[in-house]
C-alpha cells in the first residue's frame, strides 16, 4: 500500500509539472503560412480569417474568379486562373493580360494605373484574394496580437514575403481582423513595386459590404485611407465597388489570356 502511494505521488508531480509545460505561450507565433494547415489554436490567427471567410478547401476548390470592378465612373472586367494566375481585364480604354509569362497591354500602358501592366494585371485580383492568397508559398503570417484603431479594438496579422516571392518581396501587409469574427475589415500596406526603399506602411484599405459568393465571403467594397501613426485619417476617395462576383469551375476560353497582335509586353518568367 506504501509503494502504491509513493506511485500516485510521483504520477500526480510529473501531471503539475506537464501542464506547467502546456501553459508556456510565446509573445508573438511566426509560420510559414504555406505549411500551416495543421497547426494549433495558439498558432492559427491567419487560418482563423480564412475559415472566416469560407475556408480554403472552397477557395481553391475553383479554377477561376471573375468580377466587374468599378472605380471613378468606369468599369473593367477581370477574369484570373485562381490556379496559375492568369489574368485578363478590359475597360472601354484598354486590354490587359497575363499569360504565364509575359504581362501585355493593348493598345499601350498609358491609361492603366501605374503605367505598367505588369503591376496592374493581377492587383485588385490579390485584394480581392485576401486573406486566401496568403497561404501561397513563401508567405510568412506572423500574430502581431491585439491592436486599438481609432477606438476599436482588432487581432493582427503581420505578413512578409520570401525574397523569391512575385516582383515586391520587400512588401509588409497588416490585417486588423475582427476579434470576434476573424472577418478582415482593415488592410494597411506597402508599396514597394516602383521604388524598393520604400517599404514603410503607407496605405491601408478598408473591407467592407460583405456578400457570401458560392460559399465564400468576399467583400464588395474596399475603400483607400490615409494612415499614419498607427491610425485611419481621411478617405482619400479611392473607392474600388466589386459586382458580378463568379468563381469559375473551368475558363470558358483559356486563349483569353494569350497576348494579342499589337500588344505591349512585360516580361515577368
Known amino acids: 500500500m506504501k509503494t502504491n502511494h509513493i506511485s500516485i505521488i510521483a504520477l500526480l508531480f510529473c501531471l503539475l509539472i506537464s501542464c506547467k509545460e502546456t501553459k508556456q505561450k510565446p509573445n508573438s507565433k511566426i509560420l510559414d503560412s504555406s505549411k500551416a494547415s495543421s497547426i494549433t489554436e495558439d498558432t492559427s490567427l491567419l487560418d482563423k480569417c480564412i ?60 491609361k492603366i494605373p501605374g503605367k505598367s501592366a505588369a503591376f496592374y494585371y493581377n492587383l485588385d485580383f490579390y485584394f480581392l484574394g485576401v486573406p486566401f492568397l496568403l497561404k501561397d508559398p513563401g508567405v510568412v503570417a506572423t500574430d502581431e496580437g491585439a491592436s486599438v484603431i481609432n477606438g476599436e479594438n482588432y487581432e493582427t496579422l503581420k505578413i512578409t514575403f520570401g525574397s523569391e516571392v512575385g516582383l515586391s518581396p520587400e512588401d509588409v501587409y497588416y490585417l486588423y481582423l475582427d476579434p470576434e469574427t476573424f472577418r478582415l475589415e482593415i488592410l494597411t500596406y506597402s508599396v514597394s513595386y516602383f521604388d524598393k526603399k520604400n517599404a514603410q506602411i503607407n496605405s491601408a484599405k ?10 465564400l465571403m468576399m467583400p464588395t467594397e474596399l475603400e483607400n485611407f490615409a494612415w499614419e501613426d498607427g491610425e485611419l485619417g481621411e478617405s482619400t476617395n479611392h473607392v474600388r465597388h466589386f459586382s458580378d462576383i463568379r468563381f469559375l469551375d473551368k475558363i470558358p476560353d483559356e486563349s483569353i489570356f494569350q497576348a494579342p497582335e499589337g500588344s505591349i509586353t512585360e516580361r515577368i518568367n
Open 51 to 110: 475559415n472566416a471567410h469560407g475556408g480554403i478547401k472552397k477557395w481553391k476548390s475553383f479554377t477561376g474568379i471573375s468580377y466587374n470592378l468599378e472605380e471613378n465612373g468606369k468599369t473593367v472586367y477581370q477574369l484570373t486562373n485562381i490556379k496559375d494566375r492568369r489574368a485578363y481585364l478590359k475597360s472601354d480604354d484598354y486590354e490587359v493580360g497575363f499569360d504565364g509569362k509575359v504581362a501585355w497591354a493593348k493598345p499601350d500602358a498609358s
Open 206 to 215: 478598408t473591407y467592407s459590404e460583405y456578400q457570401e459568393v458560392q460559399g
